[in-house]
């Protein structure tokens, strides 16, 4: 598969599986990209631009065109928010200078919101910078969970990781359905 090398954790850690794959990785970035998430050509090229600015790592803006006609609305909130805020979320396709990540620790090794308490450090540790074209997501399992609901779940679980609830209580949570 185009010189992938598939990386397994024996429990569930997303923190500590990214990490592995930076650890074998070479290059001068890394790119932890979702397997369900669009990358063509056009993505490539916009993260060749990354080696002639002073960016430490950043995110490709998404998309939000397939869940429902309704949130389209949130593409242009989520451009805000990462602008402003910096928080970035793993199916944007996370891209870090592979040096600064190595020094900044790498992910926390979190069972769940290691993207966004990943992306608070970022943002403190550097520049960051969010590309288009935006990336987009397969929704299909957003579709059948409804979309609405997932998007207020999301919210909800961001909510309580910021007010101190554990990743592990909210991944058990997340992967059992009965937190929205």
Same mark, same amino acid.
């Given at each position: 598969?185009?010189?992938?090398?598939?990386?397994?954790?024996?429990?569930?850690?997303?923190?500590?599986?990214?990490?592995?794959?930076?650890?074998?990785?070479?290059?001068?970035?890394?790119?932890?990209?979702?397997?369900?998430?669009?990358?063509?050509? $056009?993505?490539?090229?916009?993260?060749? $631009?990354?080696? *002639?600015?002073? %960016?430490?790592?950043?995110?490709?803006?998404?998309?939000?065109?397939?869940?429902?006609?309704?949130?389209?609305?949130?593409?242009?909130?989520? !451009?805000?928010?990462?602008? +402003?805020?910096?928080?970035?979320?793993?199916?944007? $396709?996370?891209?870090?200078? !592979?040096?600064?990540?190595?020094?900044?620790?790498?992910? %926390?090794?979190?069972?769940?919101?290691?993207? +966004?308490?990943?992306?608070?450090?970022? !943002?403190?540790?550097?520049?960051?910078?969010?590309?288009?074209?935006?990336?987009? *997501?397969?929704?299909?399992?957003?579709? %059948?969970?409804?979309?609405?609901?997932?998007?207020?779940?999301?919210?909800?679980?961001?909510?309580?990781?910021?007010?101190?609830?554990?990743?592990?209580?909210?991944?058990?949570?997340?992967?059992?359905? *009965?937190? +929205?």
């Amino acid at each position: 598969m185009l010189g992938a090398i598939f990386v397994e954790n024996s429990k569930p850690n997303r923190g500590l599986q990214l990490n592995q794959g930076a650890q074998i990785a070479t290059a001068d970035w890394l790119l932890f990209h979702h397997v369900d998430t669009e990358l063509t050509s $056009s993505h490539v090229a916009a993260l060749g $631009s990354l080696d *002639s600015g002073d %960016a430490v790592g950043g995110a490709f803006y998404r998309r939000f065109d397939e869940r429902h006609p309704r949130l389209r609305f949130l593409e242009k909130f989520e !451009r805000w928010h990462c602008r +402003v805020f910096g928080t970035i979320y793993g199916d944007q $396709s996370i891209f870090v200078r !592979r040096g600064d990540f190595l020094r900044m620790g790498g992910f %926390a090794p979190l069972a769940l919101m290691e993207d +966004v308490e990943f992306s608070a450090r970022l !943002r403190r540790w550097g520049k960051i910078k969010l590309l288009d074209p935006p990336v987009r *997501s397969c929704a299909q399992m957003q579709i %059948a969970q409804g979309p609405w609901k997932v998007t207020l779940r999301n919210c909800l679980f961001l909510i309580l990781f910021r007010c101190g609830v554990s990743p592990k209580r909210l991944h058990a949570w997340y992967y059992s359905g *009965s937190a +929205v």
